[in-house]
């Protein structure tokens, strides 16, 4: 599975002081499950995000700096959640305003297919971490943390985790591809966004996109940018993949290969018959003619 999505990719979604409530508790298997709001926050604008993916094998160290303005003259807190697929816990640091900022990192499942889309994420059908652990394929992991702002004050949010990078990034045969996902849609719901910046930084190992939603242009060895002064349509979702000769190479690899040459050896070899009969006829014809 060549997909990041990934590349691979990941979104902070704010409102007001509570913005994530759950309806009432719902049975382990209801057809409904439960769910989280998002309300649009009207004092909060995102001055400007960089998203910064370097990719190391099957992993992506990500982070996000956002610049942050509190566009009112009062004090204002709010809680934000970041979301995003295939958070590593172990690596998640928070940054807010040069201070680090505690957290709490949930999983949860991606029910009914629910698709992250800029006009359906103020509201989003997520069940608990115990169906999540169950389904890795579908799930949303949510990190959670508090921010506050004096009148008019700005300042830089930093969000940086472990990422693991869907596909099959450590084949070493010709199905090896990486998947990075990253939640672009949530952001809409901050009074204002401009000014994003995505660099992307693949390894050796897979050092090509393959495929993008997001066009990208190639900056240096490896390295790949987006710029634009909005929100593009939808989130991110990027594959990488080795290079042409890399997958020569890894095609030999493949533990395919000998019964693949097994299953066409009769094709070959009438192939090969057809043209040392062939080769046999214009040397015969060609000796005749002389």
Do not use: C
């Amino acid at each position: 599975m060549k997909k990041v999505s990934l590349i691979f990719v990941l979104v902070l979604v704010l409102s007001l002081p509570q913005i994530v409530y759950a309806n009432m508790a719902a049975p382990k298997h209801s057809d409904i499950g439960s769910s989280i709001t998002f309300e649009k926050n009207d004092t909060i604008s995102v001055l400007s995000e960089v998203l910064d993916i370097t990719v190391d094998g099957s992993q992506a160290d990500i982070v996000v700096t956002y610049k942050m303005k509190n566009t009112t003259n009062e004090n204002t807190s709010t809680q934000a959640m970041f979301l995003s697929p295939n958070v590593e816990n172990s690596s998640v640091n928070i940054v807010v305003n040069d201070k680090d900022k505690s957290f709490t990192v949930e999983s949860y499942d991606l029910n009914y297919n629910t698709e992250v889309k800029t006009n359906d994420w103020q509201y989003a059908i997520l069940t608990d971490d115990e169906l999540a652990r169950h389904n890795q394929e579908q799930t949303v992991d949510a990190i959670t943390f508090d921010m506050s702002f004096t009148p008019n004050e700005e300042y830089e949010v930093i969000v940086s985790y472990g990422y693991s990078l869907g596909g099959y990034p450590d084949y070493d045969f010709d199905a090896k591809r990486g998947e990075i996902e990253y939640y672009l849609a949530p952001a809409t719901m901050w009074k204002d966004f401009s000014d994003l910046t995505i660099n992307l930084y693949l390894d050796k190992n897979m050092p090509i996109i393959k495929s993008s939603n997001l066009e990208f242009k190639k900056v240096g060895v490896r390295t790949y940018q987006y710029n634009s002064n909005t929100l593009p349509e939808g989130n991110l979702e990027i594959v990488i993949d080795e290079n042409w000769y890399q997958n020569i190479f890894s095609t030999l690899r493949s533990p395919y290969l000998d019964i693949t040459l097994m299953i066409l050896s009769p094709f070959i070899l009438i192939g090969l018959i057809i043209v040392v009969f062939i080769t046999w006829y214009i040397r015969k014809r060609k000796k005749h003619t002389s």
